[in-house]
């Protein structure tokens, strides 16, 4: 079966604080996996790629097969990071199969 | 360089009407994609489209249909509105790639029945 999992519907911290937003997958294949965020009045786009092994604002995300995991790291939260943060699992013809979504707010 | 276009953004239906979601891409894109998404859930594949004259079933297909006549327009169709029906629908597309590209999203439909 296909499934991403994010354990946390809300996620509450302060400023500088460090980030972990949690993803597990379930998946037969090699998986790709992809964070995407929505920020307040925005559409949701794309914010990082495990195939891309960078660092988008200061976010990054390793895929660990061990663990079925790809949790989405910041070393220092920042207010502008407050928004609603998917983690999804591409499938054939590049299908999304979604987590339920980590809302995700900084306080000052 | 407008992306993915959606309208329209908000509608209410009465049970039993029917209507049109349209979604459009400028980016040539192949592949497009409609999801559904109800409150505290993921968003759920609806229908698909790897391109012009070819569409299959999501993980959610029953009450919708699809066409794909062009490669910019994707338009899902609701034929009896039904209240499970409710959600938030985007639009998706993305270009095929020797790895899984990005989905490129609209902006979304809020659609009430009622």
């Known amino acids: 079966a296909q499934r991403v999992t994010q354990p946390e519907k809300l996620l509450s911290v302060f400023k500088g604080a460090p980030v972990e937003l949690k993803c597990n997958y379930s998946?037969?294949?090699?998986?790709?996996l992809f964070w995407y965020v929505q920020y307040s009045r925005q559409r949701l786009q794309l914010l990082l790629r495990?195939?891309s092994r960078e660092s988008i604002k200061g976010f990054t995300a390793d895929l660990n097969k061990g663990e079925t995991s790809f949790h989405l790291k910041k070393p220092f939260a920042q207010e502008e990071d407050s928004a609603m943060y998917y983690c999804?699992?591409?499938?054939?013809?590049?299908?999304?199969?979604f987590g339920t979504g980590t809302r995700f707010l900084v306080s000052p | 360089n407008a992306g993915v276009t959606q309208t329209p953004k908000f509608r209410i239906l009465k049970i039993g009407q029917s209507m049109t979601l349209q979604c459009t891409q400028d980016?040539?894109?192949?592949?497009m994609y409609w999801y559904r998404q109800d409150p505290g859930m993921g968003l759920k594949l609806i229908y698909y489209?790897?391109?012009?004259?070819?569409?299959d079933k999501g993980e959610v297909p029953n009450g919708y249909n699809v066409s794909r006549s062009t490669t910019e327009d994707f338009p899902l169709r609701l034929e009896l509105a039904a209240p499970s029906q409710t959600s938030v629908y985007f639009c998706?597309?993305?270009?095929?790639?020797?790895?899984?590209?990005?989905?490129?999203f609209g902006d979304g439909t809020r659609l009430s029945i009622l």
């Open positions: 495990h195939i």
């Open positions: 980016m040539n894109h192949n592949y």
């Open positions: 998706a597309s993305s270009y095929p790639g020797r790895h899984n590209q990005p989905q490129h």
């Open positions: 489209s790897v391109g012009a004259g070819i569409t």
């Open positions: 999804a699992l591409s499938v054939g013809f590049q299908k999304l199969v």
């Open positions: 998946y037969s294949g090699s998986p790709e």
